[in-house]
């Protein structure tokens, strides 16, 4: 299948080989749009993405990611009326608040849901982030021209049978997502395909693990490391959905 704009950022990724592709996309996305808020075009300056960013706000992760990214200026302008909206938000919700009567609540069981008013709007905000948001709608993009690679070009399922897999979180992405993009007949072959390659490559992480133990005896302190060398950071990116060591972003002062 010929190669076309939309499908470059996704054979990029599974052409790198790494243990996981969508991982490696989320990575430069998020990169993008970090330098997209942060950057050197100063998009925090726009009132059109401010109006965004201050209706969304953003998650604990993004926050935190915002300041390493190291704009101190492009995050006080965020943060100035961001909050000028949050206390206004929150005036009208401790305005129009009213504490729920006991006797309704009797019936409640715990983990059923939030019930209060305010821990409602507070779950609210801390559930939406402009970043989250416009990453959302482009994994969406990546997931349907991953299944349409995937169900055309003959090379690109090659590679992705041949890979590293996913991880579980991702995995778990496409499995979902297969449900809708594809036919009864192409489930019979995709689903055995993906489950032989995710085992694999479990199993192949295990190992690596199981030696890089081994290694620790004295006994093999002159044996090759093989792959167990970073078998603990693959591991992890497998079964968390991500990387232990956060990326170093760009730092614009």
């Given amino acids: 299948m010929k190669e076309k704009l939309y499908t470059i950022p996704l054979n990029d990724a599974v052409n790198a080989n790494d243990e996981c592709p969508f991982c490696l996309i989320e990575r430069n996305v ?49 943060l100035k009326t961001h909050y000028v909206r949050m206390n206004q938000e929150m005036a009208e919700q401790f305005k129009t608040f009213s504490p729920k009567k ?26 939406s982030c402009y970043i989250c948001k416009q990453f959302s709608e482009t994994y969406d ?14 090379a690109f399922r090659e590679k992705i049978e041949n ?21 009864d007949k192409e489930k019979t072959s995709f689903y055995p395909a993906m489950f032989s390659l995710m085992e694999k490559n479990m199993k192949r992480m295990a190992d690596d693990v199981a030696w890089l133990v081994e290694k620790f005896d004295y006994r093999n302190k002159e044996a090759d490391w ?26 614009n002062k």
């Fill in 30 to 78: 998020e990169q993008d749009l970090l330098d997209f808020v942060l950057g050197s075009g100063s998009s925090y300056m726009e009132s059109d993405v401010r109006g965004m960013t201050d209706t969304a706000g953003f998650c604990r992760n993004h926050f935190k990611k915002m300041f390493d990214y190291g704009n101190t200026l492009g995050n006080g302008w965020i």
């Fill in 102 to 127: 006991s006797f309704f609540l009797k019936g409640h069981k715990k983990g059923e849901g939030r019930q209060n008013p305010i821990g409602i709007w507070t779950e609210e905000k801390e559930n």
């Fill in 141 to 154: 993009r990546y997931m349907d021209t991953f299944f349409i690679l995937y169900g055309k070009d003959n």
């Fill in 163 to 183: 890979s590293k897999g996913f991880c579980l979180h991702h995995f778990g992405d496409l499995c979902e997502a297969a449900e809708s993009k594809l036919s």
């Fill in 226 to 251: 093989k792959d167990s060398k970073d078998a603990i950071q693959r591991g992890m990116q497998k079964l968390k959905g991500g990387y232990p060591a956060a990326p170093t972003y760009k730092m």
